[in-house]
């Protein structure tokens, strides 16, 4: 059994700006949270990640959710050739609203 390739999670500059919004309290469990769940196989779906659709983030191909109630959205794309996770958007989810950046995204 070949064993399973791990992926290199890229936090782009714009992920910063995203997190202010967010209580800087949970930095911590989505930090923990991306590394568990999206190191190793982020392209299988499971009940709290799923492949879009159709894009909400430009680019983005997958969507997990998690914390309290699943409160918080993560958009990603994978890169495959460079065995690479990378993040797009972190938002989070108050009712029926998408909040990301401090303003409301419509999905």
């Known amino acids: 059994m070949a064993p399973v390739e791990r ?5 782009p500059p714009i ?3 995203h997190l202010k919004s967010i209580e800087t309290k949970y930095y911590s469990l ?4 991306l590394e568990t769940q999206l190191q190793f196989q982020p392209d299988v779906e499971t009940r709290n990640r799923k492949p879009l659709k159709r894009p909400v983030v430009i680019g983005a191909r997958w969507e997990i959710r998690f914390g309290p109630g699943n409160r918080f959205r993560v ?3 994978i890169d495959y050739d460079n065995q690479q996770v990378i993040l797009l958007a972190i938002g989070e989810k108050i009712g029926s ?5 401090g303003k409301e995204l419509d999905i």
């Open 97 to 101: 609203r998408l909040w990301i950046e």
């Open 75 to 77: 958009f990603y794309r």
């Open 7 to 11: 992926f290199e999670i890229i936090y």
């Open 15 to 17: 992920i910063k700006q």
């Open 30 to 33: 989505i930090r923990e949270s």
